[in-house]
Each structure stands twice: as structure tokens, then as C-alpha cells.
């Protein structure tokens, strides 16, 4: 029996799903690795099969209510409730109600605050600070996350992955700089060999859908399957190839911002000067400033960040996006070689074989899946991909 796709509801806290909702259309969704991602369902309001609008009133509460869009077990993307848009016009009654990804709560509504303080307390003082010596970046983005769950009120449903062995790696946050949980993991990833991030949402048992949580996935520095491959034929069950070459951010030399002012400003410096000293046709020099971490005074993690920003934007950044079958056939009911959307994972390394296409030269490349978004129809959906090291 080919699996439903369905949209529930769940309680943010605790994560029981308590309601199967109507939706119109394909609910449209959006994840990634390092980022939070969304969901917007369009919900039909009346009766006979509709959302009564008392009950729209309740579950499209701002952050009471995470939202779930899912093809037979599989979830596409779990989304906290946001936003709820309902137009009075003359046509059928529908409202949609905008969802942000699970780091949406952590980049905008918590914050990185020692769970020892308390409130009434100077966030100013040292006992508001956290400080993480002799450990792994994957394992301070646990730790944060693991802290501020344990503050009060700050319950969520989030499976984390156990420590690593001890490490190099410090740092130092300070309560008085009020910054948000997911500014701070954001900032792990971007660093040189950042880990990647992901919050994956699942249900506890597929079987009974009765109750959701997050994975929290963190790379090594890298997520997903490296060595053994997904496959997709260009043709078959991958439709359509979609290709975008962005340098707006392409950057050989960059300088990272810390702490202070004038002379006594923290700076850090990388220059790489292999494209603009090419022998022939060199690239111009091109130099950025990176201003987000302006409360640091730490040499070495500023370091890290300059060498960061190099390494990823030294040339222009080339994507990819793949038009997938979700059920891994031809579209005319043949299975092919390629996968289900439920054996794929952010991260993940697939081999797309390319001919006769109108702008990619024919061969076989492998790239990383690093985001799903819709495609066309329900039985379709668009893997974002990049390149592979």
C-alpha cells in the first residue's frame, strides 16, 4: 500500500501528537544542514472535512504547536508554529500557518545562559557565563544544547549524541552578551573543520506516530554516508538538474572581526593567494570582513573562523538542485536503481550519472545532499546539493 502523506500536530513541549490535520496542496518545506529551515501548510477552514476555526484558533498558536509534514513515516520537516495568514477574499477559506525549523526556536528565543543562574540575578555576573575547556566542537554544541534544556521551562523533546573523548578546543560565553543559543552553534559550524548540524525530527515509534522528538546530528566534521553512495540517472528517477554558481562571497583574503576598537581591535587575518597569483588569467584579489563576532577576544577562534570563511568561499559556491522522485521509480511505476526519500539523510553522498543535458557536461558526478525543499508534485522532492571535498 503506497504510504499517505499526512500533516499532525504536536505539542512543542512534549511532543505527543495530538491531532491529523487537513491541508490543501503540497505543504511547502525547506531543510538543511546549518539551518533552520520551515514549513508553510495551507489549511482549509469550515466543516465536512475542513479545520473548524475554533480549532484553528488553538493549534495554529504561536510556538504552543509544531507541525509535522510527513509521507508514510517518513517527515519531511517538523516546524514550530509561527505565523498563521488568513486573506478574506471571495474564494474557498484557507489560512496558512508558517512554520520555523526546531534551530528557529533556539536562534531566536534562547538564549546562552548558564542553567546555574537564576532569575532576579545580574546576568552580568560570572555565575551567567558557561566555559568549556579540553573538548570537541561537536561536543560544545551538545553541552550548549544540553544546558540550556536543562534551565527552567526550557523542556523540549531533543535526543543528543553522547560526548566525544577529550580535545583541544575552548570556549567562553559570556551572559552578559544575551546572544542566542543558535547564533553560537551557527558559529561552531563556520569555524575551520566545523561540525554540521543538523536537528532531524522523527517519530519515537513509526508504528504508532503517537509522540515526535529531534535528533540533534553533528558531523564529524561532516554528516551523512561518505562511502557508499546513492545513485540517480538523469532521465530516470532525477527529472530535472538545476545549476547556480554564486561568488557574492568569494573571498581570498579575510579579516575576522573580535572585540575592541581602533588599536585595540582583536583581528584575525587569512589570505590565500592561489587563485589571484595564477599564471595566465589570475582572479582579482578579493578581500571581506566578517563582523559577527565583534564580543570575541580569542586569537584562536578567531583564527579559526578566518581560516573558515576561506576555506569555503575561496572560490564560488556551486549547487545543484535534483528533482526526485520520492519513491525511487522512473515516474511511469518502474523501480530504478535510486532511493526512497526515507533512506536518504542530510549529508549524505549520491552519484548523479548526466547526459545530454542542456548546461551540465555528461559524466558522473557525486555530491552532497545538504538540503530537501518541494518539487513539483507530492511524489517529487528537490535535493539541494554541493560539491564533494
Known sequence: ????????????????????APFVGVPRYDTRLNSAGGLTVTVPLGDNGAMPKELMEEFANSWRWTWLYCYGSYIFQ??????????DNDGPGTADVGCGGLLHLFSNKRLVINKDWLEGQNVASPVADLSYNNLTLRTIAKRMIENDLDRP????????????????HQRNYYGYDLASVGERLLQLTQVINGPEIEFRPRFVDPETKLYMQWEMRIGNPRLGMLSGMHQWDYGSALSHLDYDRDGSQQSMAHFQ???GS????????????????????????LETVGTDTTSVEDGFVLQER????????????VTWDATV????????GRQTVSPTVDLINLGDTGMFQVTNHRRILDGNYPRRIIGLTNGPDRMSTRLVLSPTA
Open 1 to 20: 500500500m503506497e504510504p499517505q502523506h499526512k500533516v499532525y500536530i504536536a505539542n512543542t513541549v512534549t511532543g505527543q501528537i495530538v491531532m491529523d
Open 78 to 87: 517538523a516546524g514550530i508554529a509561527v505565523t498563521d495568514r488568513f486573506v
Open 153 to 168: 521551562g526550557h523542556d523540549l523533546p531533543i535526543v543528543l549524541p553522547p560526548d566525544d573523548p577529550p580535545d583541544t
Open 257 to 259: 572581526k573580535g572585540a
Open 262 to 285: 581602533e588599536r585595540a581591535l582583536w583581528v584575525s587575518y587569512q589570505d590565500d593567494k592561489s587563485l589571484s597569483q595564477l599564471s595566465g588569467y589570475p582572479y582579482p584579489e
Open 306 to 317: 578566518a581560516d573558515g570563511y576561506v576555506a569555503t568561499h575561496g572560490k564560488a559556491i
Open 325 to 332: 522522485r520520492i519513491d525511487g521509480t522512473d515516474g511511469q
